[in-house]
C-alpha cells in the first residue's frame, strides 16, 4: 500500500492510498458519508492481487482530506471531484462507490457527455431509496456530532448499534475513522458541515435528478445490495435494474447497508467478478 495525495484544480487536496501496480487497470473506491478510504483496505488488496490499480481515496471533507473551505458539500461537488480523479489515470477507471460514493458517480457519469469511468458498481444505493433507511443513516451520523466520544470504547458502543454486528473487542481501529480533538474528546473523523448537508433524507440526494442521470449512463453497472439493507429493498433493486437495463445486481446474504463491512468476503468476489468480465470484454 502506497499513501497518495490529490491537489484538484479547484484547489481541494484529497488522501488517497494506492494498493497494486500503477501500469495495471485502474479502480477507483469511493466509500459512503461519514466514512473514510481505510473502508476499502481489504477489498483493495484483494483487487489488486487480481491485476488492478486500486485508489482507495477520502472525500472532501472526510478523514485526511481538506475541508471545503466554504462548508458547501453538495453532490455536484463530490461529483466534479470524481471527474478530475478519473482523470489523472492513463485509462478510465472502475469506479466503485458505496452510498455517497455510487451517488456522486451517478452525478458524474450522467450527467456529462464524456465518458468517465470504465464502468460502475453502486454499493447498496440506487437513484430512489427508502425514505425510513435514508432517515436512520442520518439519524447515527447525527449522534454525537457537536459533544464527540469520551473515548473509542463508548465510540465502539454506539456504532455496534447502528450495524447491529458484534461489538468490537478491539477498539483501536476506530482510530481511523475518529478525530482526537484538543478538548481530549474523540468526533467523527469528517466535517460537521457536511452533515448539515444531509440532515433530512430530501437533502439525502434528489431521487428525480439522479433517475434522469442514471438513464444516461451506457456503461456497465452493477448494484450489490445487502440482502437485509433497510435502503435499497428488493422493489427499489427492481425499479433501478428497469431504468438501467443492462446492469446487473446481486444480493449479499446477511448483509445490511454497509454491505463491505458486513460480508467482505462476498462482496470483494462480487467485485472482482464483475472486474474479470470486464477485461474479458476486452481480450475478446
Same mark, same amino acid.
Given at each position: 500500500?502506497?499513501?497518495?495525495?490529490?491537489?484538484?484544480?479547484?484547489?481541494?487536496?484529497?488522501?488517497?492510498?494506492?494498493? +497494486?501496480?500503477?501500469?495495471?487497470?485502474?479502480?477507483?473506491?469511493?466509500?459512503?458519508?461519514?466514512?473514510?478510504?481505510?473502508?476499502?483496505?481489504?477489498?483493495?488488496?484483494?483487487?489488486?492481487?487480481?491485476?488492478?490499480?486500486?485508489?482507495?481515496?477520502?472525500?472532501?471533507?472526510?478523514?485526511?482530506?481538506?475541508?471545503?473551505?466554504?462548508?458547501?458539500?453538495?453532490?455536484?461537488?463530490?461529483?466534479?471531484?470524481?471527474?478530475?480523479?478519473?482523470?489523472?489515470?492513463?485509462?478510465?477507471?472502475?469506479?466503485?462507490?458505496?452510498?455517497?460514493?455510487?451517488?456522486?458517480?451517478?452525478?458524474?457519469?450522467?450527467?456529462?457527455?464524456?465518458?468517465?469511468?470504465?464502468?460502475?458498481?453502486?454499493?447498496?444505493?440506487?437513484?430512489?431509496?427508502?425514505?425510513? +433507511?435514508?432517515?436512520?443513516?442520518?439519524?447515527?451520523?447525527?449522534?454525537?456530532?457537536?459533544? +464527540?466520544?469520551?473515548?473509542?470504547?463508548?465510540?465502539?458502543?454506539?456504532?455496534?448499534?447502528?450495524? +447491529?454486528?458484534?461489538?468490537?473487542?478491539?477498539?483501536?481501529?476506530?482510530?481511523?475513522?475518529?478525530?482526537?480533538?484538543?478538548?481530549?474528546?474523540?468526533?467523527?473523523?469528517?466535517?460537521?458541515?457536511?452533515?448539515?448537508?444531509?440532515?433530512?433524507?430530501?437533502?439525502?440526494?434528489?431521487?428525480?435528478?439522479?433517475?434522469?442521470?442514471?438513464?444516461?449512463?451506457?456503461?456497465?453497472?452493477?448494484?450489490?445490495?445487502?440482502?437485509?439493507?433497510?435502503?435499497?429493498?428488493?422493489?427499489?433493486?427492481?425499479?433501478?435494474?428497469?431504468?438501467?437495463?443492462?446492469?446487473?445486481?446481486?444480493?449479499?446474504?446477511?448483509?445490511?447497508?454497509?454491505?463491505?463491512?458486513?460480508?467482505?468476503?462476498?462482496?470483494?468476489?462480487?467485485?472482482?467478478?464483475?472486474?474479470?468480465?470486464?477485461?474479458?470484454?476486452?481480450?475478446?
Amino acid at each position: 500500500m502506497k499513501e497518495l495525495e490529490f491537489t484538484l484544480s479547484n484547489g481541494i487536496r484529497l488522501a488517497a492510498h494506492a494498493y +497494486g501496480n500503477p501500469e495495471d487497470p485502474p479502480v477507483l473506491l469511493s466509500h459512503g458519508g461519514g466514512q473514510t478510504r481505510h473502508s476499502w483496505g481489504t477489498t483493495a488488496e484483494a483487487l489488486s492481487s487480481k491485476g488492478w490499480y486500486a485508489v482507495a481515496y477520502d472525500h472532501r471533507g472526510h478523514g485526511d482530506s481538506a475541508w471545503s473551505e466554504d462548508g458547501d458539500y453538495n453532490i455536484d461537488r463530490f461529483a466534479e471531484d470524481q471527474r478530475e480523479l478519473a482523470s489523472r489515470f492513463r485509462s478510465p477507471p472502475a469506479l466503485v462507490g458505496a452510498s455517497l460514493g455510487g451517488i456522486a458517480a451517478m452525478v458524474a457519469e450522467g450527467e456529462t457527455s464524456d465518458t468517465v469511468f470504465r464502468a460502475i458498481v453502486l454499493v447498496d444505493i440506487v437513484p430512489r431509496m427508502n425514505p425510513e +433507511g435514508a432517515m436512520n443513516i442520518v439519524r447515527f451520523m447525527g449522534t454525537h456530532v457537536e459533544e +464527540g466520544f469520551a473515548d473509542l470504547e463508548e465510540a465502539a458502543d454506539i456504532i455496534a448499534q447502528y450495524t +447491529g454486528r458484534p461489538r468490537r473487542k478491539d477498539v483501536s481501529g476506530l482510530r481511523k475513522n475518529l478525530r482526537l480533538d484538543e478538548d481530549g474528546r474523540y468526533r467523527w473523523h469528517w466535517d460537521p458541515n457536511f452533515f448539515k448537508e444531509r440532515a433530512t433524507p430530501e437533502n439525502f440526494a434528489n431521487a428525480d435528478r439522479l433517475v434522469v442521470a442514471t438513464r444516461n449512463i451506457a456503461i456497465p453497472m452493477l448494484l450489490v445490495r445487502g440482502q437485509m439493507s433497510d435502503l435499497v429493498t428488493p422493489e427499489l433493486a427492481e425499479e433501478f435494474l428497469q431504468l438501467v437495463p443492462h446492469a446487473h445486481c446481486v444480493d449479499v446474504k446477511d448483509a445490511t447497508h454497509m454491505v463491505a463491512g458486513d460480508r467482505n468476503d462476498i462482496f470483494s468476489q462480487a467485485v472482482e467478478g464483475f472486474l474479470a468480465d470486464l477485461s474479458s470484454d476486452v481480450a475478446t
